[in-house]
């Protein structure tokens, strides 16, 4: 098994990064969250720091 971590950073409502997790939970591959850190110090922007990771039997590049 191949397994590669990615950290994504987002900026935005709470709304705009759930519909974003949301939609990530629904593609096609399997990406399964590893830990994620939320920030508000700029309300009401939210700064996340999502941690996410992906197991294949091939190699495989996540675009994000």
């Known amino acids: 098994f191949n ?4 950290r994504i950073p987002l900026v935005g409502s ?3 990064l759930l519909r974003y997790l949301s939609a990530l ?3 096609p591959i ?3 969250w590893k830990d994620v850190e939320i ?4 309300y ?6 999502l ?3 992906t197991l294949s ?3 495989s590049w996540v675009v994000v």
Do not use: N
């Open 25 to 27: 939970e629904a593609q």
């Open 3 to 6: 397994d590669e971590l990615h």
């Open 51 to 53: 941690t996410v990771y």
């Open 57 to 59: 039997l091939e190699r």
């Open 30 to 32: 399997r990406m399964f």
């Open 14 to 16: 709470y709304f705009d």
């Open 44 to 49: 009401p922007r939210i700064t996340m720091k």
């Open 39 to 42: 920030a508000t110090a700029d």
